[in-house]
């Protein structure tokens, strides 16, 4: 009798050491930093946060800056170097992390669809890591083809090497 009492203390230690486990493990951890945003908040990419009646309209962007905050849906923008972007006089133009970059920006005849111009740019030459983020940013921008207002943030859509992809800036 008393090995069976000793066996059920130990079976009960370890369901409530495990059990103990799980739920910690289960707690909610900070999505900023790499890990990929789920498919249910992929779907739908929708005037959202910005509420607008209607299809997008480049106006919305207003002339405030926005940062870069996620180089895809699946990839975290992990570097400290800041990337913003603002819309105006009919060009997007902020920093690219080191240098002044200016495009112009068309509205196509369906709502959201873009087409951006040559890109042009200060000349100065940064840091390593702040010229790594400018020439990324820099190549995939004249790629952008539309874009959506997405869970208070700015989407900027492109398809690179046959895979579309999502820029998403926050304010």
């Not at 820099?138 to 579309?164: D, H, I, M, Q």
Request: aromatic fraction near 8%; glycine fraction near 8%; proline fraction near 6%.
């Amino acid at each position: 009798m008393a090995k069976h009492r000793i066996g059920t203390r130990v079976l009960l230690t370890c369901i409530l050491g495990i059990g103990t486990w799980l739920i910690a493990g289960c707690r909610s951890i900070p999505r900023d930093i790499a890990e990929p945003i789920p498919q249910s908040e992929q779907s739908g990419m929708r005037n959202s946060g910005l509420e607008t009646a209607g299809p997008p309209r480049l106006e919305l962007l207003g002339e405030k800056e926005w940062t870069l905050d996620r180089w895809d849906l699946h990839e975290a923008k992990t570097d400290t170097v800041p990337v913003t972007l603002a819309f105006t006089q009919g060009q997007f133009a902020g920093s690219a992390g080191c240098n002044r970059y200016f495009a112009k920006v068309e509205e196509k005849s369906t709502p959201g669809e873009i087409s951006i111009g040559p890109v042009g740019a200060t000349r100065k030459m940064c840091s390593p890591e702040e010229m790594k983020t400018e020439d990324r940013f820099l190549g995939v921008l004249p790629l952008v083809r539309s874009y959506r207002f997405w869970n208070s943030k700015l989407a900027l859509v492109y398809v690179e090497k046959e895979t579309t992809r999502t820029l998403l800036f926050r304010r």
